[in-house]
């Protein structure tokens, strides 16, 4: 009897069994409906990069010189026209105080010169009119001669007052062509001292030049901020000695901030000027910054095998 029993209970807990697994089975199941559009899909393209200034100047002497100030120090704000640095410049204080001499020396050269030619015109002008009283006495000495020869022809007078004259009219007419002489001596002295007067401006300008140039030397021992930014590394310090190109500050314009990424060269091939892009920085990761590409280098790394993506924001942060 119990064994009748036992068997109708596992019978029926078996078609209950059953029962439950076909209506679990055979019923219907849910469904989620939804309606359906069209719309453009753009992979997202994800890279790791830095936050860097697209202007960055490295400050460095134009000339050899010693750092006798530094006036500022990393991390400062500094402006377009600042005095940054110092250089020694005692030496070319000293050029610029001998060309300043020089030019002085040369435009009261000037006025030498002038007076030298006014004498040496001087000296024409009084060649000239002896000249002229020679060529008076001379036609006179001549006109004598010629008068007491006919007189001699009628032995009106006598033969040594003719040959008097004659001698007369001889020495006039040396006379005449030494002081000819002089005065041509005269005049290639006014055209050499026209030619001196000549230079004397070139010297002028000579003088100006070189003390421009001593000028720019000395302003070349004081280096002003060429932008408006801020002072990212010192590289020297006051009292070091310098030679030309030698970096002594690197500046940089924060209004020219931009984000460098490196991408996968695989992927960015699909990246163009222009495309839009989201920025996250580790100091602000609960804001994406908006930018876009402003630049693609187009030669990837030949280890990492990335290329350089440039983004510029939309709005700076703080």
Known sequence: HLSRVLNKTVIAGAVAFFGAASWLLLRPA???TTEVSAREISPAIQGVGTVEAKVVVQLAAKIPGRIVIMKVD???TVRSGQILVQLENSESSAEVERAVANLDRAKLAVYGQQ???LRAQAALSAAEAVVAKARANRSLTYANAERWDKLAASDLVARMDLDERNNA???ADAELKSVEALREAAAKE???QQVALNIVPKDIAASAAALASVQARKADTIITSPINGYVVSRELESGTAVNPGTPILKLADPNTIWVTVYVDEREAGSIAVGDVADVTLRSMQDRALRGKVVRV??????VTE???VDISLDE???
């Open 74 to 76: 990393q991390g400062d």
């Open 297 to 302: 280098r187009r030669e990837s790394d030949r």
């Open 30 to 32: 849910p469904v989620t």
């Open 169 to 171: 009219a001889q020495l």
């Open 316 to 318: 700076l942060p703080e």
């Open 306 to 308: 990335q290329l350089t």
């Open 190 to 192: 006014v055209a050499v």
């Open 115 to 117: 007076a030298t030619m």
